[in-house]
C-alpha cells in the first residue's frame, strides 16, 4: 500500500516536472536592450514570435501610451519635440564644471496626435535630482505648437552629463511623460 502512494507521487512529480520543462522551452526569455541600456523586464518568445513589455519601450523610447480598458487597446504615439537651449540668443550646450549661466529652453512640437493638459520642462544633475525648470498648464487642440522657458540660472556643479527633459501630461491622466531629452556635458 505504502508502495502505491510512493509510485503514483513520484509519477505525479515526473508529470508535473515534465510539463515545466516543456512550458520552459516553449517559451523562452529574451535579454531587451534600447540604445545600449538593457532593460529591467525582458521579453519573451513564443511561437516564433516576440513580445516586449510595452509601457517600458514606450518610455525608452519617449513615447506616449494611452490605454483604453474598455476595448482592451494600447496605443503608442511619438510626437516630434525638439529642443534647443539659448543664452543670450546663442545657442549653447557644453559647458565647464562650475559653469553658472542663465538660459532659455525653446520647444518645437508637432505630430501630436493626443489631448495635453500640461508642459513641464526639467534638468537633471549627473545624481538623477530633478529641478523643475518650469511646469504650465496648456490649452490646445493643435497637433503642433511652440514653448519656451522663462530664463533660467543654474550652476553645473559638477562633471558629467544634464539631461534636461521636455514632459507632457495627457488628459484624463496623471502621471508625466517624457518625449524628449537635450544633454548638456559638463566637463
Known sequence: MKFRKVAILLLLLSLWGGTMLF???ATQRVRVFINGAEQDDGG????????????QLATSMQAIVEWDNQSKRAIVYKPNVHM????N???????ARGYQAKFKVFAQIDNLKTDIVAVKVSIFDPNGREKVIQT??????KDNFWYATDEIEYKFESSGKYPIRFFL???GYDEWTAVSEKLISSL
Not at 84 to 87: A, G, H, N, V, Y
Open 44 to 55: 519573451l518568445v513564443t511561437e516564433g514570435k516576440t513580445y516586449l513589455p510595452l509601457r
Open 136 to 141: 504650465e498648464s496648456v490649452n490646445t487642440s
Open 84 to 87: 534647443f537651449l539659448f543664452q
Open 89 to 95: 540668443n546663442a545657442v549653447f550646450g557644453n559647458v
Open 169 to 171: 501630461k495627457l488628459k
Open 23 to 25: 512550458a520552459d522551452s
